[in-house]
């Protein structure tokens, strides 16, 4: 009586699972990079739209306005030829205007550490009465429930409608307001808060002479 004999597996070679793993490998790479090629003018075109959107609520009554770019120390429009979404083309200054194509006031992009990320916001500035005049908030990772108040609480937002920037805006807890220039902090959200008056401090910090400057030479300060 025979008996069966049983032929062991035999492994697959190194080469044959390196070769394996790199053609997956290749086709997961192509994969990625089809999908970031096809979303990335997407993510940029809705990036630029609500853009666009934040500029007309941080300046009331804005009409149109001109992206503005530093050069030499002065803000200027763009050149002719040169684009948004540019590589090097990102204006962080934007003139607004109303109806009659007078100026009526600057939008500021900037960026400030919160408690979980980045805050990154716009506010509106009024050269001529030296206050913000605006404030919103483009993106922010913070603490659902807590630190995401800074762009539902509405008390909160109401800060920014008329806000001095001078000697420097400072946050105060809920109730303490006592100056033009001081923010009502959200109670259990004062990281953020602050973060948020940072963003702003910043941001006047950097384009306040240029914005001065830009005004003067459109005739609209006193």
């Given at each position: ?10 492994e697959?070679s ?5 070769a394996?793993l ?12 089809g ?33 503005l ?13 040169v684009?948004l ?6 204006p ?7 109806k009659?194509g007078k ?22 500035y ?10 919103e908030?483009l ?17 909160f ?18 109730g303490?307001?006592?100056?033009p ?9 004062t ?23 830009y005004?003067?030479s ?5």
């Amino acid at each position: 009586m025979s008996t069966a004999q049983t032929i062991p597996e035999k492994e697959p070679s190194s080469f044959r699972l390196i070769a394996t793993l790199g053609v997956a490998g290749f086709f997961s790479g192509v994969v990625l990079v089809g999908s970031f090629i096809f979303t990335q003018p997407i993510i940029l075109a809705n990036k630029a739209k609500a853009l666009s959107a934040a500029i007309y609520k941080v300046l009331p009554g804005c009409a149109e306005y001109k992206s503005l770019l530093l050069t030499n120390g002065v803000l200027e429009p763009l050149p002719e030829g040169v684009e948004l979404g540019q590589e090097g083309v990102n204006p962080e200054v934007f003139a607004g205007f109303d109806k009659e194509g007078k100026l009526i006031g600057f939008a500021v992009t900037t960026e400030e550490p919160g408690f979980q990320d980045i805050i990154a916001g716009i506010f509106g500035y009024d050269p001529v009465k030296g206050e913000i005049i605006g404030l919103e908030i483009l993106d922010s990772k913070e603490t659902p429930g807590l630190g995401d108040k800074i762009l539902k609480d509405a008390d909160f937002r109401k800060n920014f409608q008329a806000l001095a920037t001078h000697p420097e805006i400072k946050a105060v807890k809920k109730g303490e307001k006592e100056n033009p220039y001081e923010v009502e902090a959200i109670t259990g959200a004062t990281i953020s808060s602050k973060a948020v008056v940072r963003l702003l401090n910043k941001g006047m910090g950097q384009w306040e002479e240029a914005m001065k400057a830009y005004a003067e030479s459109q005739g609209d300060t006193e």
